[in-house]
């Protein structure tokens, strides 16, 4: 079977179409972020956390009332699994108290209803600040990390396109997390270290389709004139274009096993995960590569590209 | 030639060892299913008596399932440094205390180092660290390194007495790490009663001999703070005390207190006497509801201020039951300077009264506590001695004699299992500064099978559809990639297994993201083969330009997705570190599996002419 077999199309003529697309996106996201800003999870935001589970079917909006008459603050929704609810509230070291306060007001009054505390968790305010911090720490060192890289592999420009490529796909994430936070019941898409890891995951893997794309441009530009390079950097997108798509695909195919069976847990990573590799795939050739082409014609001088065989 | 031997040793080596890690594992399984398919319990027991070494044996090599798959316990605790460095501080005066209190509210604020906040308070209002710490000749600068070592130390000393108490309670397996400079990471697998291990953990356990103020001196003090309450009848006084006594029953309740009459009205007339009762005998007494409002109001500063010299009040760790019926806290006043603390104790041993009913902690004390023990109480016969345990009074019994055994004994305790738990805390040691929860994560074992479930649902799926379009895409060469894939899927779970990590939910979807992620290298190498044959290269030596050529874009690949998860798995924390984890032994495997077994598989088909150019579709 093969699909996108001998493609030849144009994509450096459409580039900024491309980049117009791209900006619009990055832009409504960037506004979401400052507007409504992120839905913050538990990780990030401190507070405790109980997960009920009911025996038998029950009404969010009668949970909550019998919560709010037994005087137990916090907010109540449903949670991604049968029967189950999230209820969230401030931060207190012991969570027994938490856990007897829900659990009387429940076996009280939903008598009939058997109900069972699955899960407890509890974040206190300087363990959030710190998870941030070092959620930040990590997602610098990375794209540090593969700026050298790829500079040491390639060539600065090449690294850098790649990078600014990754901030892309990682900002449309994000702003998309913002934009569609707390709006779909069966995923909320809170900000927490699953989303972080995701953000990691993408970084790594955004660059492998653009590494693909660049290795066969150094692999043909090596020698040729820059009056080619259009044509090059085009021919070389088509050649890689059949397997930039499938590496593609069968990640996204895992990714979304995970997003269907997973459970809630992983559901706002896989989604993460999932947008973020679709993305990255459109970035490695409409916006890395891109970048790179239109950086090569202003600066006018010819490419030094290290590791290029010539065989 | 040669090195085509030694790839094929390699990989029957690494298939060897990946199956020896994983035995354990499934002779754990299969003994466990056996163990379950036995009708009776004597069954059962006798299989599992004779099989006893081998069980054992798996079940301690076996892959480690994580806290949320195997239902367990996850905390972070904090060491007070400030109460730490408190303890050290001598010469205490106001300003120390209103700085201390400065630094406790930034350090609860920030994840700075406690130390550095206090040295920043410190220069802020130009004072040497000197003046309180240590000696008075020292360097701020030795005095920080100093403190620093302290820290450090009662950071240690603070996760072996929690592993003390961990391993004396009985937990499996548990996982006492610490981070950074305050930090505590426990992990309890498989715990099922959480509130008991949490007061178990969090308790300091400083224990502490204190001798008992006459009665007269009580009532006299108690006279002075209601009296000081009337004059300063301000803010803080009128609605909780309303708040925390509903009714006047609960006055009468306490049987008309001598200086506080059962007065209805008067109620703001005799603030403390709302909530505090005095008997006959001297001796006070607040109830259930008023209890909180009575120790928020002990720890306000002007109220200690009031005490008489090196006193201090302290309620008991349990009620007494009233004549109705009703729970009252008896109020101790106490010389704060404690006769003898806890550091003496040698052995605990939780066990009934004399009466057989009422459970109660005995204890023993080294020689010199022995030797003080019987000075002490032999110098203060018919005095009383209040037993004070986290700054809560156990009981106070009247010295009847000198003590020349060293033998103490802890009673007012309301059940056995709290006495065994007395008596763990106690032969672990006391905390050298309290601790508290900052993070807790629980997760019981009805959740923990379900994302098993999920996980076993997830990886079945993940492994069927991504091999399934291997073989559609490539035909012959996409079962070479399917076997690579297996054998890489066996990898990650071996190397858990062989280096005792745990799988958890986010490590599933890490092996779940691997699938995906390893096959990647085969459809590099198969495009690559693909195009070669297009452009009128026989099959043998496409398929060596190929595995030549696509090889830097796929080091490139791996080593950025390497490089994202180890950077993952060193910041991260728990959960998000197992996700890490597999991820990066799972592309470190595929860099094998992918390239060097495929080619072997490859080669060993073309010796064969089982291979034409129609195998990569």
């Known amino acids: 079977m093969r699909i996108f077999h001998k493609t030849s199309f144009d994509f450096i003529r459409f580039r900024k179409i491309a980049y117009v697309f791209s900006l619009v996106i990055l832009a409504s996201g960037m506004i979401s972020l400052a507007v409504k800003g992120l839905n913050y999870g538990i990780d990030f935001r401190g507070g405790s956390e109980v997960l009920i589970r009911f025996e038998k079917n029950v009404d969010v909006s009668t949970v909550r009332s019998v919560l709010d008459v037994a005087g137990v603050s916090g907010s109540l929704k449903q949670y991604g699994m049968d029967r189950s609810f999230l209820f969230s509230t401030v931060f207190n070291g012991d969570t027994n108290d938490l856990k007897s306060l829900v659990s009387h007001a429940l076996n009280d009054r939903l008598k009939d209803n058997h109900h069972e505390i699955v899960r407890v968790e509890a974040v206190g305010p300087s363990i959030a600040s710190d998870l941030k911090w070092s959620a930040v720490k990590a997602l610098m060192a990375s794209l540090l990390a593969i700026l050298l890289y790829v500079g040491f592999r390639f060539e600065l420009k090449f690294a850098t396109a790649g990078v600014v490529a990754i901030f892309h796909d990682i900002l449309t994430v994000l702003g998309l997390f913002s934009l569609l936070g707390g709006l779909i019941d069966f995923m909320p898409l809170e900000m927490d270290q699953s989303i972080i890891a995701a953000f990691l995951t993408i970084a790594g893997y955004s660059i492998t389709d653009t590494v693909v794309v660049y290795d066969r441009i150094r692999e043909r530009i090596r020698g040729q004139k820059p009056a080619d390079y259009e044509r090059i950097f085009n021919e070389s997108m088509n050649q890689t274009l059949s397997r930039t798509i499938i590496t593609s695909s069968t990640v996204l195919l895992s990714v979304l096993v995970l997003f269907i069976f997973a459970g809630p847990a992983i559901r706002g990573f896989a989604f993460a995960v999932f947008i973020g590799i679709l993305i990255g795939t459109y970035s490695s050739i409409f916006v890395a590569a891109p970048l790179v082409y239109d950086w090569l014609r202003l600066s006018k001088s010819p490419v030094h590209l290290r590791g290029s065989k010539v065989s | ?312 009040l302290l309620l008991a760790a349990k009620p007494e039951i009233g004549k109705n019926g009703e729970k009252l806290f008896p109020v101790y006043l106490v010389k704060k300077t404690p006769e003898l603390t806890g550091g003496v104790i040698t052995e605990a041993k939780a066990t009934f009264g004399s009466q057989g009913v009422q459970p109660e902690v005995l204890m023993a004390m080294n020689s010199e506590g022995t030797s003080k023990w019987a000075r002490i109480t032999g110098a203060n016969i018919g005095k009383r001695i209040a037993i004070v345990l986290d700054g809560a009074v156990y009981s106070a019994p009247v010295v009847q004699s000198k003590i020349p055994s060293g033998n103490s004994v802890i009673n007012g305790i309301e059940s056995l299992e709290e006495a065994k738990d007395l008596e763990i805390v106690l032969k672990a040691g006391a905390l050298p500064a309290p601790v508290r929860i900052m993070e807790e994560r629980s997760v019981g074992p009805s959740l923990g099978a379900d994302y098993i479930r999920a996980g076993v649902l997830s990886l079945g799926w993940a492994f069927l559809a991504v091999s399934v379009f291997m073989l559609l895409y490539y035909k012959k060469a996409g079962i070479a990639a399917d076997i690579a894939l297996v054998l890489n899927i066996v990898i990650v779970l071996s190397v858990l297994a062989g280096f005792n990590a745990s799988l958890s939910l986010p490590g599933i979807a890490g092996i779940v993201l691997t699938i995906g992620m390893a096959v990647d290298a085969n459809v590099l190498i198969y495009e690559r083969i693909r195009e070669e044959l297009d452009g009128g290269k026989v099959l043998k030596s496409a398929i060596e330009v190929g595995y030549d050529r696509a090889f830097s874009s796929i080091l490139d690949s791996h080593v950025t997705t390497l490089c994202a998860a180890f950077l993952l798995f060193t910041y991260g924390i728990g959960p998000i570190q197992g996700f890490a984890l597999t991820l990066m032994i799972g592309t470190a495997a595929s860099l094998f599996t992918s390239i060097v077994v495929t080619k072997e598989i490859f080669s060993f088909l073309l010796e064969r002419n089982l291979m034409t150019q129609k195998s990569f579709g």
Do not use: C
């Open chain 2, 1 to 312: 030639m040669k090195n085509k031997r030694f790839n094929l040793l390699l990989i029957a080596v690494v298939t060897l060892v990946a199956a020896w890690s994983l035995w354990p594992t499934w002779r754990d399984y299969s003994l466990s299913k056996q163990l379950s398919s036995f009708k009776s319990a004597p069954d059962s027991l006798r299989y599992t008596l004779s099989n006893r070494d081998e069980i054992e044996n798996a079940r301690k090599k076996s892959l480690k399932l994580g806290l949320d798959l195997k239902g367990g316990m996850h905390l972070v605790m904090e060491v007070d440094q400030v109460d730490l460095f408190d303890q050290k501080a001598g010469n205490k005066d106001a300003k120390f205390t209103a700085i201390m209190n400065t630094v406790r509210a930034k350090a609860s604020k920030s994840d700075a180092k406690v130390l550095d906040i206090l040295i920043g308070e410190f220069k802020n209002e130009n004072i040497r660290l000197s003046r309180y710490f240590y000696d008075i000749r020292n360097s701020d600068q030795e005095i920080v390194k100093k403190l620093e070592k302290e820290s450090e130390d009662a950071l240690n000393r603070a996760k072996e007495i929690i592993r003390n108490r961990i391993d004396q309670y009985g937990v499996a397996e548990p996982v006492i790490t610490t981070q950074g400079s305050r930090k505590l990471i426990i992990e309890l697998p498989g715990v099922s009663d959480e509130n008991r291990v949490r007061n178990l953990l969090k308790g300091t356990a400083k224990l502490e001999f204190r001798l008992l103020r006459d009665p007269e001196i009580l009532v006299r003090t108690l006279d002075r703070l209601n009296t000081y309450l009337v004059q300063n009848s301000v803010a803080p006084k009128s609605a909780p005390v309303a708040d925390a006594l509903p009714s006047p029953s609960v006055s009468s309740q306490l049987k008309a207190p001598v200086p506080a009459p059962a007065a209805t009205g008067q109620a703001s007339a005799k603030p403390l006497y709302d909530v505090i009762g005095v008997f006959q005998n001297g001796t006070a007494y607040t109830t259930e509801h008023s209890k909180d409002y009575v120790v928020s109001l002990l720890h306000r500063a002007d109220i200690q201020a009031l005490l008489p010299m090196d006193t201090e």
